[in-house]
């Protein structure tokens, strides 16, 4: 058999240590291609296998976004409505007079917060990459004190939503409501929010509105112990040595306190296949239609401004925003083009749709620098050969 392009490329990282094991998936059509690559761990012997269960982090914000137009279309909710009807922990919450002021000195916001916002990221509070990530600003310790974890998906914070919202009341905004792109804490509210406006947890919402109609059986925020123990090791590569350093990563095995819509689910390349398939077919599984076209169409389209994307950084990179995914702008061959959508996870989970082409694109590893370090943009220039 012929050695694929993607299977070069990704093979060749993993013999040169970059990687333990991947496994990626790029589908055209019907034509679907798994390749599987090395192992679960450094110096290990259990296989990558194509049912291998990853921590997708923030491939949970798309999945997260999707449910939330489902409650919307069956109208439990409403994108112009006002958090703070379903939060009320929110009301009335100021906005700091400056970012890297004390928290004692806001103005009043604008205007509500709403459940848009929370979707477009542009709700007011979020992670800040100036001067540098998380700055030691007032705001970004006091969240910190109140071990809110905002920003990594580990290690997990021990409120549970009730509580956990309540304390993130207590905090101003960074800025106005709409005025800029601000990162993963909008993923975080909505969360709580929707299992609110459903009356039922998070985990629960997601399976039966999504994974249990799309067949994703392994999908969710946590594992039987068994299967947890599987996981394969999560690493980072030291800047000094080069090597990559085994991370600690725990908890997997029971549900969380706190199920994270921000970056709290684990999945298989198949599984999210199912999903991304769903969306490139404009909101049909099967047969069977699980959002409007309409829906999709606001997920998958740029909602900010230039500025806004401009002020989005190195977490951006120039790209624009959807509804918890991000959206190709400006074509960057032959890896990008306008049209793309998707979106990466921290553990080393990368996928994108290019409608013009029916085509599916997903990696899964367990090193976060696959997304930093060159790999993913050869995994996306492999998957159009």
Not at 199 to 210: A, F, N
Not at 323 to 329: I, K, R
Not at 333 to 354: C, H, I, K, L, M
């Amino acid at each position: 058999m012929q050695t694929s392009s993607m299977q070069q490329a990704m093979a060749a990282r993993v013999e040169r240590g970059e990687l333990p094991g991947i496994v990626t998936l790029v589908a055209r059509g019907d034509d679907v291609r798994v390749e599987v690559i090395g192992t679960t761990a450094v110096g290990g012997a259990v296989p990558m296998r194509r049912d291998t269960v990853f921590r997708i982090a923030s491939l949970t914000k798309p999945m997260l976004a999707a449910v939330t137009m489902i409650l919307v279309e069956d109208d439990v909710i409403d994108l112009e409505e006002p958090v703070h009807r379903l939060l009320p922990e929110l009301a009335g919450q100021r906005v700091l007079a400056r970012v890297d002021g004390p928290l004692d000195e806001t103005v009043p916001a604008r205007r509500p917060v709403t459940v848009e916002d929370l979707l477009t990221f542009r709700n007011g509070f979020g992670a800040l990459t100036e001067p540098t990530f998380d700055p030691p600003f007032p705001i970004v310790r006091a969240a910190e004190e109140l071990r809110l974890v905002l920003g990594a998906p580990e290690p997990r914070t021990p409120h549970d939503p009730q509580e956990w919202i309540r304390r993130f009341g207590t905090l101003p905004l960074m800025y106005q409501p709409g005025e800029r792109w601000l990162y993963n804490v909008g993923s975080l509210v909505l969360g709580v929010l929707l299992a609110r406006a459903a009356r039922q947890p998070l985990g629960d919402l997601l399976r039966e509105r999504l994974f249990e109609p799309l067949g994703m059986s392994e999908t969710g925020f946590w594992l039987p112990p068994e299967r947890a123990a599987q996981l394969p090791t999560p690493y980072l590569i030291d800047a000094a040595t080069g090597k990559l350093t085994e991370q600690t990563s725990e908890g997997w095995g029971v549900p969380p306190v706190f199920p994270s819509g921000a970056g709290g689910l684990v999945s298989t390349v198949d599984d999210f296949h199912v999903f991304a398939r769903m969306l490139l077919k404009r909101g049909v599984h099967g047969g069977t239609r699980l959002l409007s076209e309409q829906s999709v169409q606001l997920m998958t389209t740029n909602r900010l401004t230039p500025e806004q994307v401009a002020g989005g950084g190195a977490i951006l990179s120039g790209s624009g925003w959807g509804f918890g995914m991000g959206v190709a702008l400006t074509p960057e061959p032959p890896a990008t083009r306008p049209g793309q959508y998707g979106w990466s996870g921290g553990f080393g989970t990368t996928w994108f749709n290019d409608p013009h082409e029916d085509l599916i694109a997903i990696a899964m590893t367990q090193v976060g620098d696959f997304l930093w370090n060159g790999a993913r943009a050869e995994f996306q220039r492999a998957a159009y050969s």
